[in-house]
């Protein structure tokens, strides 16, 4: 798809000796969902929209219930006015825009960028003229087999200026970059290497390279005289405030370029001294310390948002994946916005950093130049990053070939290796990686094979042989990818296992799912069942002696064109937040495991109506990194335990309780060194009587806090006892008076859901004018209505 853009502004005069100026320029721009090729087709067009940035035409037409998304060009236009100086150069940066982008200033063309999600700019100074300037842009997400990611990879294309856009003024000659390496790294000696791009003139012009302490003061220093346009200092610092984790300590450096005493221009950069190895069949080592991988696996976007995310929401994906205690994130399955690096770099999690080579296998000589070109792009803009640790160079590139014969082996190999070695003269400090794609695991430094026991293959249980076959086999094994899915809100007292119909011994993921008997196919996607999932894997990765550490799959639910048939359509839900970030289950789990703010967590607060027959024990789990936890049942203390890994569940906090009919109360007491830490409480409702078949669906509802309505359905029997166990799809529509939270890819945003334990609800904005009418309905209950009054 393509855009076009115009945008107004001020941008005062300039002169030569004045510092940068960089203004964001993301409001007020107009959209035009048309695919025209070129401008003179926009004169007559009356249905311009007004849009702010980011913005993306499929941030909600990916995810309803249409097949398909949109992939087409469309255009974006902005008037900016300008008191242009003869000492002044503008430059539009864009952060990134999905997939090729054309730009236009005053009708003329100024050029293409080919690729999304990676920054990119171009100088517009002479197209410019003095007071009012229309910028058009023109964006275009479809379908091309010569730029990556393969269109049939496990997520959605997002088209459109999905990330921030930039106007700089800057003095006829002004830095244009600035790389940092950092080739030498003890806790005695810091070692950087800064390199120097000056675009313009520089005759006559000076240099001062800065370096600013994690408090702001200066630490070194030093300057001269440009030569040509590019300088190289080294600067050593004794005695250095180590990046990592836990101290997340970050230098600044900072480059002025000076005309005698004046500064004409300044720029600066994040600079992070840390050393890591990967031992030879061994960990992973930071700063000299054995450091267990917890990681996870982040796409770009959000329900009601898709890839165009505000700054903030970027910021909360990061924070949030902190609390739960990880130090290690793959960024999946391509280059993200600059805020999240900035995050990383900030919060103190390590980066696998990723050229979106997903599936698709090798292509022609237009699609090898454009791979080319993005690698470099994604090492160039990110290479200071000290959070980064690894440049991934794809993920299951073999898979479902985009060209005849795509998928040769030796082809692949071929370009694998140039890549490889082309990252390396890039980023002589850094290691290369991949995952699954085993013909080239000797090709770059780190490796991840494919295993998902429990979930497309084998059982869970089984992880530890996977992983001993494997820590074995490669020098530096990596894994990266485990989990499956879970629907929020659905539980069951016996969740499937795969006993009896799946290999045990099985962990790899087929490419052809059609005949494959696994928990994917045949599982029951309970949230009780990958709490278990994960529990196991969590119990092998902490204990696993040298183990580097592994990567779960994924953060948080995200779109996919690839499963419509979901319980919620087009969304992969083996997140453990759902798509809106809100943790599931899963989520406690891990930070249970990983992370030193003490809390408690009672399985499960989605679970609140259970039964059972009288006289049967349910077995209580409390996920807690505390030392102990006490556990209460209507009053009554059930014990004190302590917390141990080599028990399963939950580190052995968990208690059989036999419930009450009706009300139940769970409280949860956590202590540290003898001291209260933490508390949780659930009410459970049981009653013991199992409900028969389902005989309708009843509507109901309840006000939110942001004063909407939150309209539930539920499947009931003859008697009126809800149906646990009843998990087919019910579609909700409003009639009249309001109208649906929809699209969203969420539990409670999304038309048409699978029911958990025989509910479903969608929040409904009502128009306060007139009563909200709602009717619910499927194939086999063919419609209740209710009348909600304004």
């Known amino acids: 798809m393509k855009y076009l853009l115009v945008i107004l502004i001020n941008v005062s005069v300039f002169s030569l000796w004045a510092q940068r100026s960089m203004q964001n320029i993301n409001e007020n721009w107009m959209y035009l969902e048309q695919p025209f090729t070129n401008p003179e087709q926009l004169s007559d067009q009356q249905s311009w929209e007004k849009i702010d940035l980011p913005h993306s035409w499929n941030s909600m037409d990916a995810t309803d219930m249409q097949p398909g998304y949109r992939r087409n060009a469309s255009w974006y236009k902005k008037s900016i006015t300008i008191d242009k100086s003869e000492e002044s150069r503008f430059i539009l940066a864009f952060e990134g825009a999905n997939l090729v982008t054309d730009v236009y200033v005053n009708q003329e063309y100024v050029g293409q960028h080919v690729g999304g999600y990676l920054y990119f700019d171009f100088e517009i100074t002479e197209q410019l003229k003095y007071g009012e300037n229309e910028l058009l842009v023109r964006v275009d997400n479809s379908y091309n087999v010569d730029i990556i990611p393969s269109q049939k990879s496990d997520f959605f294309i997002f088209g459109g200026i999905t990330r921030d856009v930039w106007l700089k003024e800057v003095a006829t000659s002004y830095i244009r970059d600035i790389d940092i390496n950092t080739p030498e790294v003890s806790a005695k000696e810091g070692v950087a290497e800064v390199r120097v791009e000056v675009e313009g003139p520089v005759k006559g012009l000076d ?12 630490v070194a220093e030093t300057s001269g005289r440009f030569k040509s346009a590019v300088v190289e200092e080294t600067i050593k610092i004794a ?18 370029l000076k005309k005698g005493k004046t500064t004409i221009d300044s720029n600066n950069s994040t600079l992070g001294f840390r050393w890591y190895e990967f031992k030879d069949y061994g960990g992973f080592y930071l700063n000299g310390k054995r450091v267990l991988l917890r990681g996870t696996h982040r796409h770009e976007e959000h329900a009601g948002y898709g890839a165009a995310m505000p700054n903030a929401l970027h910021r909360k994906d990061m924070e949030l994946i902190k609390s739960m205690g990880a130090n290690f994130v793959r960024l999946g399955h391509y280059p993200q916005d600059p805020e999240v690096y900035k995050a990383c770099n900030e919060l103190g999690l390590l980066v696998w950093d990723e050229l979106p080579w997903c599936r698709g296998g090798v292509g022609g000589d237009v699609w090898k130049d454009n791979t080319r070109k993005m690698l470099k792009q994604i090492i160039d803009q990110n290479r200071n990053h000290p959070s980064i640790i690894l440049w991934s160079l794809g993920n299951e590139i073999y898979w479902l070939p985009d060209f005849e014969g795509g998928d040769d082996r030796a082809k692949i190999n071929e370009f694998l290796t140039e890549l490889n070695d082309m990252a390396h003269d890039l980023d002589p400090y850094r290691k290369t990686s991949i995952r699954k794609y085993y013909e080239g695991a000797n090709i770059v430094d780190v490796f991840s094979p494919s295993i998902w026991s429990g979930w497309y293959s084998g059982n869970y249980k089984n992880y530890e042989k996977a992983i001993d076959k494997y820590f074995k086999k490669y020098p530096h094994f990596i894994h990266m990818e485990y989990g499956g899915s879970s629907h929020v809100g659905r539980h069951t007292e016996n969740p499937i296992t795969g006993d009896g119909f799946v290999n045990p011994d099985e962990w790899e993921e087929a490419i052809n799912q059609v005949e494959v008997a696994n928990i ?3 599982g029951d996607w309970s949230e009780n069942y990958i709490v278990d999932l994960f529990d196991w894997h969590l119990s092998v990765s902490e204990t696993y002696e040298d183990y580097v550490g592994n990567a779960q799959w994924a953060f948080k639910d995200f779109g996919t064109p690839l499963r419509p048939e979901n319980d919620i359509p087009y969304i992969n839900q083996k997140g453990v937040t759902d798509r809106s970030g809100n943790p599931k289950d899963a989520y406690y789990v891990f930070k249970s495991y990983w992370s030193d703010d003490p809390f408690a967590y009672i399985e499960s607060h989605t679970w609140t109506e259970r039964s059972g027959p009288t006289g049967v024990a349910r077995n209580m789990s409390v996920y807690s990194n505390a030392e102990e936890v006490e556990f209460f049942h209507n009053g009554t203390n059930k014990g004190k335990k302590l917390r141990d890994i080599q028990h399963f569940p939950a580190c052995g906090l968990n208690w059989d309780i036999e419930f009450t009919e009706g009300k139940n109360e769970l409280i949860a007491v956590a202590y540290m060194e003898g001291k209260q830490v933490a508390t949780d409480t659930l009410e459970v409702n049981y009653t013991y009587t199992r409900s028969g078949a389902p005989q309708g669906l009843v ?20 008697s009126g006892l809800r149906c646990l166990d009843y998990e087919e799809r019910v579609y909700f529509q409003c009639l009249a008076g309001g109208e649906l939270v929809n699209n969203m890819g969420t539990p409670n945003g999304t038309s048409a859901i699978k029911m958990a334990n025989g509910q479903a609800a969608i929040e409904v904005i009502p128009s306060g004018s007139e009563p909200v009418e709602m009717t619910v309905l499927n194939q086999s209950f063919k419609g209740t209505f209710l009348t909600i009054p304004n």
Do not use: C, S
């Open 207 to 218: 240099y001062e390279i800065l370096l600013l302490g994690p408090d702001g003061k200066t």
């Open 239 to 256: 005695n250095p405030e180590l990046w990592d984790m836990d101290e997340p300590n970050l230098y600044t450096v900072e480059v002025r």
């Open 699 to 718: 509507l109901n509802y309840e006000e939110l806090p942001n004063g909407n309505l939150l309209v539930i359905a539920e499947a009931q029997d003859e």
């Open 520 to 522: 994917a196919q045949r």
